[in-house]
Structures are given as structure tokens and as C-alpha cells.
């Protein structure tokens, strides 16, 4: 029923491009932040972005990662187990540095990362989603996505152009934040900003989707960016070379592929 | 962008009010704060639309028929990447066998790919000026001399579920944590001990990989027409135990051994079956060539590698929040007649058991045990010469592995010790490593040795403990 919703939502969106309130009136805030979820995550059965994140510290000193990713929804299924692939290729130091990921919905992600110097698999023990991913100020779950099963949501407040969503975690130790607050499009469901509030209930850190573009149907933020006031700096990450729906073999997310990326399906 | 500075100068003067007497020039925010924000959204506080959701999504920025070309766009060459490495080391405390400095060197690294839809062609080649080796004649196989080549390979995809790797590569297999028992590819200690990188423990390999891949089993055969043996420790860069001596050596007694290397006749083959079952990866292995040290002698005293074969099996998956590992392998020793040569090294059984997790933000805790033991120990131990150390029989080792990440991933603190309870030793190697920015690099690190015993399988290594200090500047074209 949720699927059948947002799919009818998101050809609204698409097709006429008008926004719907009465419809999106009727929908409970559970409804609301799995479309945003899957909006942001899940679009497509696969996709392929190239990635360039710009870190800039709290002196002001920037760095720069480039990595492409592959990604394939398991069973094609929104808000479901995923798998990712991502080869890196800047900073010099870290060219051709692959890295597997199987996340879980329940349960930890398993992850490898393959050093090319050495021919090394290593598997990752990381069960910490909220670290930086890369040195960033993305942590994995932001890159990969937060499965909205593990907050309690709240509707806030519903403007012209925004679902207002307070999220608190329902298992507190697993989160640094006491809650975050998502301001969803209601249009596209794309989450525009997500602030998060420590247990002074301060705010610490932003995410704000800076840029919009559609590709295969889909709207997709090709440009957002993170600040955090308690390490300082932000980083801004922007995606390139976009496509949806590749012809994307499940096997690519395999040991096979660590070793030996497949060169032709991670694009340009 | 107005309404975000409002509500900044807005939430300025509400903080420095509640202060007392606001100043009457208010300090600028430093990049990155933002003002305190209100619990209840106003006006102010929402975000404004980003370019692309303003107005009706405009037409598809990519069409599906642009993506096959795309895809088939690949660029045929990605670009050199590398290093400049310069480091030094020193000696702890004073050698009569060796000077001070154990590692002074100025390395060039350059990587590069070129690929086509048809294959794809990796050469990474070391150039390398070394004040401690005096011979500058170049010996790929050892890696001696001032070019080492660490990859020049060709990789091919003719069928879908085959990849052939051909030319010189590094190749790495199993489950420990610098313990490698099924892996039977050439390992350089000399590098690892005297203060290289980690990358520099392996060798690389002239060789043949082909790798099957099936849904019941994936199956990789690697063919190496000459032996590859380990750069071992030769008595040259630094010191170890001799027993025929019974005292530790250096450059006074350096070993010569002799290397099977003819073509074809010396060559090794290693076999992997693997699969996984869910996140479990399940492998078995078999090795067919020679000891990849010296491990035996011939009868006139002069070192061999002495045939072996080595059958095994690892597991690997998530355990308890971490990742458990197990491996096991038989060292076959085929020259050795049920224990009964003293120049010969019995067979062996190696198995390890390893744990890893998380242990906070940026934090890894590990611990391995390892166990080897010698098969036909009574029977050799007779026919010994020298003093025999019985409980040499089996020898077990345990290590713990601590890593750190700091200042947002730009240190790295690692450090991981091996201590054996029956041989009395231990070895600890610690490496901290600070990124300054994307092309500056520094790093340092001790290898220590410690141990009462001349002949411990660490401690014999005592006189070559060191500190080394390293820049490395990177680049990319």
C-alpha cells in the first residue's frame, strides 16, 4: 500500500509536477519518512554516482576524496538490505582502493576493503554506523542511509512546502544525537535539510541538500553538505556521471570484483 | 541566504543579551557555527528550495540512451599516481654485528593503469636510492638494486566467469593478521623488519592467476613457472641467529643458500576454493613447491629450500559484533623420511584463531593465537647434533592488535605484539601515521625484539630493533 502511495505520488511529481495536498495531507508520518528514505536512497533497482567530497576542516584546510559508487537494492525492495561498491580513486594515496558493503537492515553491515598494494581482502569490524565515513563529516549512515525503523517519528508541523519531522532513536546509545529534525519535500519527498540536536538539545549538525537534478525519472541531490560545529569544518559532496537502472549484475558485489573492479560499469 | 544571516544575527543578539550588555560590535562567527536555533520552527528557520525542486523538474539531465555510451566511454588510461618516500631508521642500541642506521632511503613509486574493454594493463614500479645496501646492480627477483618492480600485469576477461592475471603481481590470500598460513606467495622481511610500510611485507610474484567463478565454488590457480622465495633475513641488513654458529650473526655470516630456479622444473602452484555462505567465507588451499626460506641444508651444509606441499583451510565472518577467523594448514614436508633427517624440516601443523571489533569511535581491538607444531619431533630432535630445545616441539604465539584514528582520520595509531609464551619472546611493532593534507604524509614506527633466548623466533632478532621516521609526498597526474 505504501509502495502503491508513493509511486502515485511520485508520478504526480514527475508527470505534472504539481503538489498534492490533499493527498499528502492523509499521509501518516511513518509513510512520509519512508518515502523520504527510499527518495533518498533506494530510487531505482541500482544506480551508479561518481562522488567528489570536499572536506574542509575547522582551520579552513581542504581535502579531497573521489570515489565512484554502484549500488543494488537487494530484491529491489524500498527501505530493504542493500549493497554498495565503491572504488576510490583520489587522493593519490588511496587509488584503487575498493570497498564492499553489505548493509543490513537488521543487523550489522559487512564490509570489506581491499589494498591493492598488498592483494589484501580485509574484512571491516565496524558496527559503529555513525563514524566518518572517509575522514568526512558524512558518516556511513549518511552515505548509506538510516533504516527509519530505528527512530520513533513525529509530523511537527506541515508548511507550503515542507513535512516538519522530528525523529528521536529508539535505541539512545546507538545515536549521538537526542533527535533530528527532517524538513521532507512534500512534492518529491527529497529531504532538503536534517538538523540534528545533541542532549542539550542544541543543534550541531546540518545537512542541507544544496542542488537538485533528475536523472532516469529520478530526482536526485547532486550537491549537499554537512556542518558540524562540535569538530568544526563541513563537507560538501557532489555527484557526477548519474545513471539508474543499469544492466548491474548482483555478482559485481563480490570478492571477484574487489580484486578486479568492473572498469566498464563504473562509467566515465 | 538573507533569511539564514537574519536569523544568525537574530540568535547573536539573544545569546550575547542573555550574557549581559551585548558588545557593540559583535564578534563574527567563526566558519562552520551556526546560530542557536529555536525548538519551534519559524518563518526563518526553513531551508529554501535547492536549485532543481524550486520549479517542475526540468527534463531528464541523462536519458537512458546516453548511458550505454557512457558506459562504453571508459577512459583508456586513468592517470600516473605515486610517491616520493624518504625515511631513516635507526638501531636502538649499539651492534657489533651492524652500524647504527638500519634504514636510509629515498624511494619513487609510480602506478599506473591502462585499461580497454578487452583487458587491462597495472605497472607500478619503485625506484629506489639506498644509502644502506652499497650494491646498486638491480635483481628483480630479490628486489636488490635501485629499480624494483612491484606490478606489471596483464588482466583479461575472455569469458564471463574467468580472470586471467599474467606478468608480476602481489598476491595475498588467507585470514591472519600478518600471520600467513595458507599464503605461500614470497613475503620481504627485510622490508617489514627495517622499517618500510606494510605493503612492502609482500613480494611480488611472476605469475599466472586464473580465477573461475561459479555459483557452488569460485577456483583460483596460480602457476609460477620459477620458486619465488621470501626476501629473507640473510645476516646482510640484519642480524639473526645461526645455530651451526650458536650465536647471532650479521654480515659475517651471511646466508647463501642455494635457490631452485630453474624454469618450469622450480615452479609452485597454489590453489584456492572458496565460497561464502551468507557473510561466511569459506576457502580450502593446496601449495605445491618449496619452503619459502632456507629451511633445510644439503649435506655439504649449504642452505636449500627443501620441497613442500601444504594443504589448508580458512573460515571468516561475523561473530559477537566482530569478525572471528580461523585457519589451518599441513605443512607436508616431502624430502623429510618420517623425521629422520636433521637437515630436513619436519612437517607441520599450523592453525590460528583471530577476533576483531570495534571497540569505540575509530577505535579496533583484535587478539590472534597461533599455534605450529612439528610432527615428527621426537624422531628429528634425535638425530640433532646441536642442543635441542624441547619445547621448540610446538610453539605458540598470541598478538594483540590496537588501532586508533584521530584528528578526522588524518592519524593513524597502530600497534600490534606477538608474544610467545613458550619461546619467551616477544616482538612489538608500532606505527603512527599523520596525514598533513592530501599530498604530505609523515609517519613513524618501532619494531622491537625482545627475549632472553639467542635463538627465539623473534628474539634472535633482538640487535635489529629500531625507530624510523618517514615524509612521503604524493602525487597524481
Same mark, same amino acid.
Given at each position: 500500500m505504501n509502495a502503491l502511495i508513493k509511486s502515485l505520488l511520485l508520478a504526480g511529481t514527475i508527470v505534472v509536477s504539481t503538489s498534492t495536498p490533499l493527498v499528502a495531507q492523509e499521509l501518516d508520518v511513518d509513510t512520509i519518512v519512508h518515502n523520504a528514505s527510499a527518495q533518498a536512497y533506494y530510487q531505482g533497482e541500482n544506480g551508479r554516482a561518481r562522488a567528489h567530497m570536499t572536506i574542509v576542516d575547522a582551520q579552513g584546510r581542504e581535502r579531497i576524496r573521489e570515489f565512484t559508487i554502484l549500488r543494488t537494492d537487494v530484491g529491489d525492495e524500498d527501505n530493504g538490505d542493500q549493497k554498495f561498491f565503491v572504488l576510490f580513486s583520489r587522493p593519490a594515496d588511496v587509488n584503487g582502493t575498493t570497498f564492499l558493503v553489505w548493509k543490513n537492515t537488521q543487523g550489522d553491515d559487512d564490509r570489506w576493503l581491499y589494498l591493492p598494494a598488498l592483494d589484501l581482502v580485509r574484512r571491516i569490524a565496524a558496527s559503529d554506523e555513525r563514524t566518518s565515513f572517509v575522514g568526512s563529516h558524512f558518516f556511513y549512515e549518511d552515505v548509506s542511509g538510516r533504516s527509519p525503523l530505528e527512530d520513533a517519528h513525529e509530523l511537527v508541523e506541515t508548511t507550503d512546502l515542507y513535512f516538519v519531522v522530528d525523529s528521536r532513536p529508539i535505541d539512545t546509545r546507538a545515536a549521538e544525537f537526542i533527535r533530528y529534525r527532517s524538513y521532507i519535500h512534500r512534492e518529491s519527498f527529497v529531504p532538503v535539510r536534517i538538523e540534528y540536536f545533541d542532549s542539550n538539545d542544541t543543534l550541531y549538525r546540518t545537512y542541507s541538500a544544496l542542488e537538485v537534478e533528475t536523472h532516469d525519472g529520478y530526482p536526485t541531490v547532486v550537491a549537499s553538505e554537512i556542518e558540524d560545529t562540535r569538530s568544526g569544518g563541513k563537507t560538501r559532496l557532489r555527484f557526477e556521471d548519474i545513471a539508474y537502472d543499469i544492466d548491474l549484475p548482483e555478482g559485481v558485489f563480490q570478492e571477484r570484483y574487489l580484486r578486479n573492479p568492473p572498469r566498464a560499469l563504473l562509467g566515465r | 541566504m538573507i533569511m539564514r544571516c537574519m536569523a544568525a544575527i537574530l540568535g547573536l543578539a539573544l545569546f550575547s543579551g542573555s550574557l549581559g550588555e551585548a558588545e557593540a560590535q559583535p564578534p563574527s562567527l567563526p566558519t562552520g557555527l551556526s546560530p542557536p536555533q529555536q525548538d519551534e520552527p519559524n518563518a526563518s528557520n526553513l531551508p529554501v528550495l535547492p536549485p532543481g525542486l524550486i520549479e517542475a523538474p526540468e527534463a531528464d539531465?541523462?536519458?537512458?540512451?546516453? %548511458?550505454?555510451?557512457?558506459?562504453?566511454?571508459?577512459?583508456?588510461? @586513468?592517470?600516473?599516481?605515486?610517491?616520493?618516500?624518504?625515511?631513516?631508521?635507526?638501531?636502538?642500541?649499539?651492534?657489533?654485528?651492524?652500524?647504527?642506521?638500519? %634504514?636510509?632511503?629515498?624511494?619513487?613509486? +609510480?602506478?599506473?593503469?591502462?585499461?580497454?574493454?578487452?583487458?587491462?594493463?597495472?605497472?607500478?614500479?619503485?625506484?629506489?636510492?639506498?644509502?644502506?645496501?652499497?650494491?646498486?646492480?638491480?635483481?628483480?627477483?630479490?628486489?636488490?638494486?635501485? +629499480? $624494483?618492480?612491484?606490478?606489471?600485469?596483464?588482466?583479461?576477461?575472455? @569469458?564471463?566467469?574467468?580472470?586471467?592475471?599474467?606478468?608480476?603481481?602481489?598476491?595475498?590470500?588467507?585470514? #591472519?593478521?600478518?600471520?600467513?598460513?595458507?599464503?605461500?606467495?614470497?613475503?620481504?622481511?627485510?622490508?617489514?623488519?627495517?622499517?618500510?610500510?606494510?605493503? !612492502?611485507?609482500? &613480494?611480488?610474484?611472476?605469475?599466472?592467476?586464473?580465477?573461475?567463478?561459479?555459483?557452488?565454488?569460485?577456483?583460483?590457480?596460480?602457476?609460477?613457472?620459477?620458486?619465488?622465495?621470501?626476501?629473507?633475513?640473510?645476516?646482510?641488513?640484519?642480524? !639473526?641467529?645461526?645455530?651451526?654458529?650458536?650465536?647471532?650473526?650479521?654480515?659475517?655470516?651471511?646466508?647463501?643458500?642455494?635457490?631452485?630456479?630453474?624454469?618450469?622444473?622450480?615452479?609452485?602452484?597454489?590453489?584456492?576454493?572458496?565460497?561464502?555462505?551468507?557473510?561466511?567465507?569459506?576457502?580450502? =588451499?593446496? =601449495?605445491?613447491?618449496?619452503?619459502?626460506?632456507?629451511?633445510?641444508?644439503?649435506?655439504?651444509?649449504?642452505?636449500?629450500?627443501?620441497?613442500?606441499?601444504?594443504?589448508?583451510?580458512? &573460515?571468516? #565472518?561475523? +561473530?559477537?559484533?566482530?569478525?572471528?577467523?580461523?585457519?589451518?594448514? =599441513?605443512?607436508?614436508?616431502?624430502? $623429510?623420511? &618420517?623425521?629422520?633427517?636433521?637437515?630436513?624440516?619436519?612437517?607441520?601443523?599450523?592453525?590460528?584463531?583471530?577476533?576483531?571489533?570495534?571497540?569505540?569511535?575509530?577505535? @579496533?581491538?583484535?587478539?590472534?593465537? !597461533?599455534?605450529?607444531?612439528? %610432527?615428527?619431533?621426537?624422531?628429528?630432535?634425535?638425530?640433532?647434533?646441536?642442543? +635441542?630445545?624441547?619445547?621448540?616441539?610446538?610453539?605458540?604465539?598470541?598478538?594483540?592488535?590496537?588501532?586508533?584514528?584521530?584528528?578526522?582520520?588524518?592519524?593513524?595509531?597502530?600497534?600490534?605484539?606477538?608474544?610467545?609464551?613458550?619461546?619467551?619472546?616477544?616482538?612489538?611493532?608500532?606505527?603512527?601515521?599523520?596525514?598533513?593534507? $592530501?599530498?604530505?604524509?609523515?609517519?613513524?614506527?618501532?619494531?622491537?625484539?625482545?627475549?632472553?633466548?639467542?635463538?627465539?623466533f623473534f628474539s634472535q632478532f633482538r640487535d635489529n630493533s629500531s625507530i624510523y621516521f618517514g615524509v612521503r609526498r604524493s602525487f597524481a597526474t
Open positions: - | 539531465q541523462t536519458r537512458s540512451d546516453e %548511458m550505454g555510451r557512457e558506459v562504453s566511454e571508459t577512459r583508456l588510461f @586513468t592517470g600516473l599516481t605515486g610517491f616520493i618516500d624518504w625515511r631513516v631508521g635507526s638501531r636502538a642500541r649499539g651492534n657489533r654485528n651492524h652500524p647504527s642506521t638500519i %634504514m636510509h632511503e629515498l624511494r619513487g613509486q +609510480v602506478r599506473g593503469e591502462w585499461s580497454t574493454p578487452a583487458g587491462t594493463f597495472a605497472l607500478t614500479t619503485d625506484l629506489v636510492l639506498d644509502d644502506v645496501e652499497d650494491d646498486l646492480a638491480v635483481n628483480l627477483n630479490t628486489g636488490e638494486g635501485f +629499480v $624494483d618492480v612491484r606490478e606489471a600485469s596483464l588482466l583479461l576477461r575472455p @569469458t564471463g566467469n574467468l580472470d586471467l592475471k599474467v606478468g608480476r603481481q602481489v598476491l595475498t590470500w588467507g585470514t #591472519g593478521d600478518l600471520i600467513f598460513l595458507n599464503d605461500m606467495f614470497p613475503k620481504d622481511y627485510v622490508s617489514f623488519f627495517g622499517g618500510r610500510d606494510e605493503e !612492502y611485507l609482500k &613480494a611480488p610474484s611472476d605469475a599466472l592467476r586464473a580465477s573461475l567463478f561459479f555459483n557452488a565454488v569460485n577456483v583460483e590457480f596460480i602457476y609460477v613457472p620459477q620458486f619465488d622465495a621470501d626476501r629473507f633475513l640473510t645476516g646482510e641488513r640484519l642480524s !639473526y641467529f645461526n645455530p651451526a654458529l650458536d650465536g647471532i650473526v650479521g654480515p659475517g655470516a651471511v646466508i647463501a643458500p642455494t635457490i631452485p630456479d630453474r624454469w618450469i622444473q622450480d615452479d609452485e602452484l597454489a590453489i584456492r576454493l572458496y565460497r561464502q555462505f551468507g557473510a561466511f567465507e569459506v576457502a580450502g =588451499y593446496a =601449495y605445491r613447491g618449496f619452503w619459502k626460506s632456507p629451511a633445510g641444508q644439503s649435506a655439504s651444509g649449504t642452505p636449500v629450500f627443501p620441497e613442500l606441499s601444504v594443504y589448508g583451510a580458512s &573460515a571468516r #565472518g561475523p +561473530v559477537l559484533g566482530g569478525i572471528a577467523s580461523s585457519e589451518f594448514a =599441513y605443512y607436508d614436508s616431502m624430502e $623429510d623420511v &618420517a623425521g629422520r633427517s636433521a637437515l630436513t624440516p619436519n612437517s607441520q601443523l599450523r592453525w590460528l584463531v583471530g577476533f576483531e571489533r570495534e571497540a569505540g569511535p575509530n577505535r @579496533t581491538i583484535s587478539v590472534q593465537y !597461533y599455534q605450529e607444531r612439528r %610432527m615428527q619431533f621426537d624422531s628429528w630432535a634425535r638425530y640433532q647434533t646441536g642442543r +635441542v630445545r624441547s619445547e621448540d616441539e610446538t610453539r605458540h604465539l598470541v598478538s594483540a592488535r590496537l588501532t586508533q584514528l584521530a584528528a578526522n582520520q588524518n592519524l593513524t595509531l597502530s600497534a600490534i605484539a606477538f608474544w610467545s609464551p613458550n619461546q619467551d619472546d616477544l616482538y612489538v611493532r608500532a606505527t603512527a601515521q599523520f596525514k598533513l593534507n $592530501d599530498i604530505w604524509r609523515i609517519n613513524g614506527g618501532v619494531n622491537a625484539f625482545a627475549g632472553p633466548r639467542d635463538d627465539g
